[in-house]
């Protein structure tokens, strides 16, 4: 995902990069099956120039992420669109302080700043694949759910109560901390302090 710095001009050139699920694979770690991932192909549509001395990307990714409902465990797909732009200026004799900077700097050419849209690059060549990664992981909900109302799995039985019901006793919804305390109670030996 190569950009060459040194054919840019100032009025912005497309360019476009296919980033596949094997990709993201092995950039995040992650493991063949997955739950989580690129559900097909990512499409990154970038316009490049120079700004004086400075590189200014923006574009858009396209796609989707495969996800997989907190609640009811099914795996769905969640479209994509997501616009981006990123200021690089040159590095020149600076070395960013943290470690893992420095080394993409030196391995990438391009070293991303704490504001993410922001950074260095050094050479006439920049690798995008890093800001690509950091800016995909951003779009990966915390807490996935298939649908806003996702009635999710029955704590009893395990059925999808989305599509069927069952005959357990409506349960109240337990939270960590009523959990915590019972087992407080259990280790007090009932004597709630
Ligand atoms: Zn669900
Ligand atoms: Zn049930």
Not at 102 to 113: F, K, T
Not at 114 to 141: H, K
Request: glycine residues 10%.
């Amino acid at each position: 995902m190569k950009l060459h710095v040194d054919r840019l001009t100032d009025s912005p050139t497309p360019h476009r990069f296919v980033l596949t699920p094997a990709w993201w694979r092995e950039v995040s770690g992650s493991p063949e099956d997955a739950s989580e991932g690129l559900a097909g192909d990512l499409e990154a549509e970038v316009r490049a120039h120079k700004m004086g001395a400075d590189v200014y990307l923006e574009g858009e990714l396209r796609g989707a992420l495969a996800l997989e409902c907190g609640r009811c465990l099914a795996r769905y797909r969640q479209p994509i669109r997501e616009a981006f732009r990123l200021v690089l200026e040159p590095a020149g004799d600076r070395v960013p302080a943290d470690p893992e900077g420095a080394a993409a700097l030196a391995r990438d050419g391009v070293y991303l700043s704490d504001e993410v849209e922001a950074g260095w690059f050094r050479g006439s060549e920049i690798d995008l694949g890093g800001f690509f990664q950091e800016g995909i992981a951003l779009l990966f909900p915390v807490q996935p759910l298939c649908r806003e109302d996702c009635r999710g799995l029955c704590p009893s039985c395990g059925v999808d109560r989305n599509t069927e019901s069952c005959s357990c006793p409506e349960t109240s919804p337990s939270s960590p901390f009523a959990a915590l305390r019972g087992l407080r109670h259990q280790m007090t030996g009932g004597e709630e302090r």
